[in-house]
């Protein structure tokens, strides 16, 4: 039977599987594999599935959740947490985890901006619990609800309860940052993460299997969650670090224990793993993918983890609304030789999708040619919750415009300039502060550099250079820069601080740092 599909046709199915189908999956090939580990505790994949299901039948039976609800999360990581999106996912509901450093205030934002029906919340964060105002499950003994482990006890055992679910049904909000305003929730669906979970594993660690092993360096709340996702899709063991804090000797001890072959971070904690004497200290030869994201690398600290390392870096870009699912760049692309690496580049457009570089009217532009970087294919979000000028702005013609400025060359690497709002004028010209960065990190006595706008009578704006020594301040520091970039893009300004301000992911923000700049009475 021939069919005309030129007249168009209405697809017969959008059903897709319901993302907790990959934990079933990895506990039906091996039940008695470990999972997860934290601490001195560990779980197979059967116990996993069966905490997840008996979960579900607690938000369904005990809370009334129906398919579209949301569940906030506050919560450190935890093997609660872990497993908790998954039992979500079986009752239908919408995963959606805060950054558990956000204040009370901000967490009770998340709360009413998502219309969340219920909170799954740490026992530490009984401000947070009683700021949002909703029906809580505790994760440890508190006051302000139930505790989660005594709520699933009594269904362990229960027959598994799997929502039905399209491609477009949501199942993750994803909030932004909010580095720039009130944070937006991004739309994540089942069928999108599906796709985003098999690109991954195609794209960021190809072979990775029941053999391998992944420590999450990260919250799980955002990228860490996604990455750790596609562990459970091809059941690779998730390792948890104990401690709360960041522990470079507590994380490589790890490496050494579990035969550790994966770990995704973001490149400022790349280069503390890389800087600390445990990495002597401990075995690591078992690393196949170190994988960074959330920000280029600078070069200085991309060949210092290539010395120390090897081969095993991976880069991606991608935003949440992607789901990090823009460009890769993996270890082949790799070098610590200048002349062989593309430096600065973030690699190419992933399996599946199609990125351009586009100027304000939409067009694209020719190679070489700065504009912003726009994107299309199934990794892309359906929107912004309950946000129309936000979807309105973020979206034309079908492509959804990242907010990041940058170029392509003829072979499609894609270099990232920065963000669009980092961008300053400065008489008349656009300055884009990486390449300044870039260039000030390869002074051997500067460890990091932020560099940002500030007003000026006379250009408008100029560069304002905020930087950390390994040692005592240079004199001369913009003597050195004068002849290493065009004189138009000198900074005006220098100051030196003992440490940049980091956000919850470990990134270095502008906002925060201009903040910084005005607490301090820095700026001019």
Known sequence: MSMDLSQGMTPVSTRVMNLSHLLSESARRAPDDIGLVWGDQSWTWAELDARATAFAHVLVQEYGVAKGDRVLVQSANCNQMFEAVFGCWRAGAVWVPANYRQSPEDVAFLAQSSGAKLLLCGAEFADHASACNLPTIAIGQAAFGPDYDALITPHMGQPQPVAEVCRDDPCWFFFTSGTTGRPKAAVLTHGQMAFVITNHLCDLMPATGPEDASLVVAPLSHGAGVHQLSQVAHGVKTILPVGAKFDPDELWALVAKWRVTNMFTVPTIVKLLVEHPAVDAHDHASL?????????????????????????????????????????????????????????????????????????????????????????????????????????????????????????????????????????????????????????????????????????????????????????????????????????????????????????????????????????????
Request: hydrophobic share 40%; with cysteine; glycine share 12%.
């Open 288 to 524: 196949r993918y170190v994988i960074y994201a959330g920000a280029p690398m600078y070069r200085a600290d991309q060949i210092r983890a290539l010395e120390k390392l090897g081969p095993v870096l991976v880069q991606y870009f991608g935003l949440g609304e992607v789901t990090g699912n823009i460009t890769v760049l993996p270890p082949a692309h790799h070098h610590i030789d200048d002349d062989t690496m593309r430096i600065g580049t973030c690699g190419f457009a992933r399996t599946g999708m199609h990125v351009q570089i586009q100027d304000a009217e939409g067009r694209e532009v020719a190679a070489g040619e700065t504009g912003e970087i726009a994107v299309i294919g199934p990794a892309v979000f359906a929107g912004y919750f309950n946000n129309p000028k936000a979807n309105a702005k973020s979206f034309r013609g079908g492509w959804f415009l990242t907010g990041d400025l940058g170029h392509m060359d003829e072979a499609g690497f894609v270099y990232l300039t920065g963000r669009a709002s980092d961008m300053y004028i400065s008489g008349g010209s656009n300055i884009y502060p990486r390449e300044i960065e870039e260039k000030l990190l390869m002074h051997p006595a500067i460890s990091e550099v932020a560099v940002l706008g500030v007003p000026d009578p006379v250009w408008g704006e100029v560069g304002m250079a905020v930087c950390v020594c390994t040692g005592a301040p240079p004199a001369d520091l913009l003597d050195w820069l004068s002849g290493k970039i065009a004189r138009y893009k000198l900074p005006r300004h220098v100051v030196f601080w003992d440490a940049l301000p980091k956000s919850a992911y470990g990134k270095i923000t502008k906002k925060m740092i201009r903040d910084e700049l005005d607490a301090r009475g820095q700026l001019p």
